[in-house]
């Protein structure tokens, strides 16, 4: 089944800095890589995502690039602001949907 | 449009006790997920139906979960008995369309059942 890493667990940032986040995959038929913000006791909200036949996505702040040969897929966050704190997940659709273990994003005022 | 919902929001339980949660997902959504998230976690699935097949429960706890979802539309997911690990938030989703042929991947989640086993 498909195996979803993800680096770093935490990433602090100055407010206005960039911040990016790494995932790598081990099925090589994953198709659909979404992103998700999860906020402390809310739920997971997708904040972007790619297909396989897609190189690079953005949408204003946020980018999202998948380099299909290495199997790793990376979030963009441009101009951080503190609203952004919160932890991230990526995840992986192949044969199963998996979840990355998370990082947690503090931008700091 | 209405989401997804979950009941109940809280549950606190003893361990050995049995438990049941509720989903109903967005109408029409034909794809319903069940997951575990333990707290620092990632969620973890835990069942996927399509309508009222399961497509994928290979991470489900057989000997003491299940789940159902008879005519297509809501779900319940139960443990019996419960254990002090099973101690999570459990989520559901639904997405209109898992396979990528449509759009329509977009899983969208409940609040979530926060449960504590004592």
């Known amino acids: 089944g498909e195996n979803v890493e993800q680096h770093p667990s935490t990433l602090s940032v100055q407010e206005g800095d960039s911040a990016v986040i790494k995932c790598t995959y081990s099925d090589s038929a994953s198709n659909y890589f979404p992103w998700y913000k999860q906020e402390l006791g809310k739920r997971p909200q997708l904040i972007i995502d790619i297909r396989s036949n897609v190189g690079e996505k953005k949408d204003q702040r946020i980018a999202v690039t998948l380099n299909k040969t290495a199997k790793h897929f990376s979030l963009h966050i441009t101009e951080t602001q503190p609203e952004d704190s919160a932890v991230y997940f990526c995840a992986a659709r192949g044969q199963n949907f998996v979840f990355g273990p998370g990082t947690r994003l503090s931008v700091l005022p | 449009e209405a989401g997804v919902a979950q009941s109940p929001r809280y549950k606190i339980i003893e361990k050995r006790q049995s438990v049941a949660f509720w989903c109903n997902p967005i109408s029409g959504h034909a794809t319903l997920y069940w997951y575990q998230q333990i707290l620092g976690q990632g969620p973890k699935l835990l069942i996927q139906f399509q309508n009222n097949g399961v497509v994928d429960d290979s991470q489900l706890p057989k000997d003491r979960f299940s789940a159902e979802r008879l005519k297509g539309v809501d779900s319940t997911l139960k443990i019996q008995p419960a254990k002090l690990e099973d101690s999570a938030v459990y989520l559901c989703?639904?997405?209109?369309?898992?396979?990528?042929?449509?759009?329509?991947?977009?899983?969208?989640f409940g609040p979530g059942t926060r449960l504590t086993v004592l």
């Open positions: 989703a639904s997405s209109l369309d898992p396979s990528g042929r449509l759009r329509g991947n977009e899983q969208f």
